[in-house]
């Protein structure tokens, strides 16, 4: 249950800058999130979803960042294996030594989920 080597296994593609990431990645169907979520119609939560774009946007400047309030949410789409998702991040200073986050994830020009993260 390792989602950062799950996550180096999904990514097809990434591109950093202090200012953002884009990344796309897509999900065999045997990562540990599927099971249960649900049996017979596996889907990304979206906690997972929240979770990985933490972690790009941590990789993207060089540091583990720790969630520290979801300002935004907005899950359209279920999200299942072999998927193939967009993740387009921005990254801007906030005050009190938070970063703020904002993602859109879609698939196929298609929007999946918007959300705006505050993370330290």
């Given at each position: 249950?390792?989602?950062?080597?799950?996550?180096?296994?999904?990514?097809?593609?990434?591109?950093?800058?202090?200012?953002?990431?884009?990344?796309?990645?897509?999900?065999?169907?045997?990562?540990?999130?599927?099971?249960?979520?649900?049996?017979?119609?596996?889907?990304?939560?979206?906690?997972?979803?929240?979770?990985?774009?933490?972690?790009?946007?941590?990789?993207?400047?060089?540091?583990?960042?720790?969630?520290?309030?979801?300002?935004?949410?907005?899950?359209?789409?279920?999200?299942?294996?072999?998927?193939?998702?967009?993740?387009?991040?921005?990254?801007?200073?906030?005050?009190?030594?938070?970063?703020?986050?904002?993602?859109?994830?879609?698939?196929?020009?298609?929007?999946?989920?918007?959300?705006?993260?505050r993370a330290s």
């Amino acid at each position: 249950m390792n989602l950062n080597r799950t996550l180096d296994q999904a990514t097809v593609k990434f591109d950093a800058a202090p200012q953002g990431v884009r990344a796309t990645l897509c999900f065999a169907g045997s990562e540990f999130f599927f099971e249960g979520h649900f049996p017979d119609d596996p889907i990304v939560p979206a906690v997972v979803q929240i979770d990985i774009a933490l972690r790009l946007a941590g990789r993207a400047l060089g540091r583990t960042l720790a969630l520290r309030e979801v300002t935004r949410a907005v899950f359209k789409q279920p999200v299942g294996p072999g998927q193939e998702l967009n993740f387009d991040i921005e990254l801007r200073p906030a005050e009190q030594d938070l970063t703020r986050i904002k993602c859109g994830i879609s698939s196929k020009g298609n929007s999946i989920a918007e959300f705006a993260l505050r993370a330290s």
